[in-house]
């Protein structure tokens, strides 16, 4: 008798699994949405203390990256992968995950480029299965090189790189990279911001920036702009954030200013705290709000060339182990990971692409609010839909590129 009833449940939750998580863009998307976030912020937080706290950085592209490998990966090293990443593994679901990612790039065709590059030696016999499914759904060009000419080879890389990225980005690679090497992957992005309600240049003046404990640090040229933006105080981060819409209408900049004296990089830990969702739904509650936006003219580029090393300390071990590394759906010869680099280059000006100039209807019952940006914060570039980040960073040094 107690056969049966437990027969019975296992078959009713079978059912609701089976209902609530069939393959769609939807559900793809809901499954998506929360390892992508946690990973990010997890490399966020471990890039952030690899830079000295100023950078710029696409977390989504990492973990496209490892979910890439992971197509060609099997035991304990598919297990290791997916621990971190936590991509869905069923095929249905990973082509609704290639849908979701073509149409992004299509949003943000105006504004962002990347190119992703994995450089494998030809020589030994990578299965055109592997090239084909990376590829297609995860939008990485496949380059078969001949590693035993390592300059012929970093100019081919640099090449699609330069390619790719309009040439705002025209080397990511060195020779010396693939010599005793076998698979290398490069990853180069760019984004141009472009304002739903650009900022007039007329109002930008040169002010000063300071550090968080107060001391002046430089001067930066600040823009200007009063409007009606989302806004809230996030106590559970200790932050507040500002959220400026893009020409796009799915992608946004969100501005973190701490509202503690510390250390910046603390807003990445707090974030462990809170999903994206949570933000925009203080949005929803809250309303748009009049206020004075004062944030610096900036533009940033970063290298991070130790990405291995990032991503072994969240627990991606074997990949770059000759030894144990398993890449059986690659090549039936021993492969392993060697290199993860990637070039991230942002630049935030007035400038947008529409040409409407802001006329905004102010309430005059409404209190304006001032969000001045004159020391270190944090800022995301997210789409609204998927909730992935984009892009992330931290300003804390004027003058600095």
């Known amino acids: ?199 007039n240049p007329a109002y930008t003046t040169l002010q000063p920036f300071y550090s968080n404990q107060g001391l002046k640090i430089g001067e930066v040229p600040m823009m200007n702009q009063i409007g009606y933006y989302h806004y809230v105080d996030v106590a559970r981060i200790k932050a507040k954030v500002l959220e400026i ?11 973190f200013m701490p509202t503690v004296k510390g250390w910046i990089g603390e807003i990445f830990y707090s974030l462990q705290n809170t999903r994206l969702t949570g933000i925009f739904n203080m949005y929803k509650k809250n309303g748009l709000k009049l206020i004075n936006v004062t944030m610096p003219v900036f533009s940033q580029q970063t290298e991070i060339d130790n990405l291995p090393e990032l991503v072994y300390d969240m627990g991606i071990k074997k990949i770059f182990n000759p030894d144990i590394a398993e890449f059986k759906s690659i090549s039936d010869y021993k492969i392993y990971a060697s290199l993860m680099t990637q070039v991230t280059d942002i630049e935030v000006n007035e400038k947008g692409i529409s040409v409407e100039t802001a006329n905004f209807l102010v309430n005059n019952n409404d209190t304006v609010t001032d969000f001045l940006v004159d020391k270190p914060f944090a800022y995301m570039i997210v789409d609204r839909l998927t909730e992935f980040i984009l892009f992330a960073g931290v300003y804390s040094k004027p003058g600095d590129v």
Request: with cysteine; net charge positive.
């Open 245 to 255: 819409p893009c020409a796009s209408r799915r992608i946004s900049m969100l501005i």
């Open 1 to 199: 008798m107690k056969f049966t009833q437990f027969a019975i449940v296992v078959t009713l939750w079978s059912g609701v699994l089976g209902y609530d998580y069939h393959c769609s863009k939807r559900s793809a998307l809901l499954l998506l949405k929360r390892p992508a976030y946690e990973f990010s912020v997890k490399m966020l937080q471990r890039v952030t203390q690899d830079t000295d706290s100023h950078f710029v950085y696409s977390p989504l592209s990492t973990w496209l990256q490892l979910t890439a490998l992971a197509e060609g990966a099997t035991g304990s090293t598919l297990r290791e992968i997916w621990n971190v990443t936590r991509h869905h593994r069923n095929k249905c679901f990973k082509r609704k995950l290639s849908e979701i990612l073509d149409n992004l790039n299509s949003e943000l065709r105006y504004e962002s480029k990347r190119k992703s590059v994995m450089a494998i030696d030809r020589l030994i016999g990578v299965k055109s299965s592997y090239v084909r499914a990376v590829q297609k759904l995860y939008g990485i060009k496949v380059m078969l090189l001949d590693f035993s000419e390592p300059t012929k080879s970093a100019d081919k890389v640099n090449k699609a790189i330069e390619d790719g990225t309009g040439a705002v980005i025209d080397r990511i690679v060195y020779f010396d990279d693939f010599i005793d090497r076998m698979l290398l992957m490069s990853d180069a992005n760019y984004f141009r911001s472009e304002w739903k309600t650009p900022f």
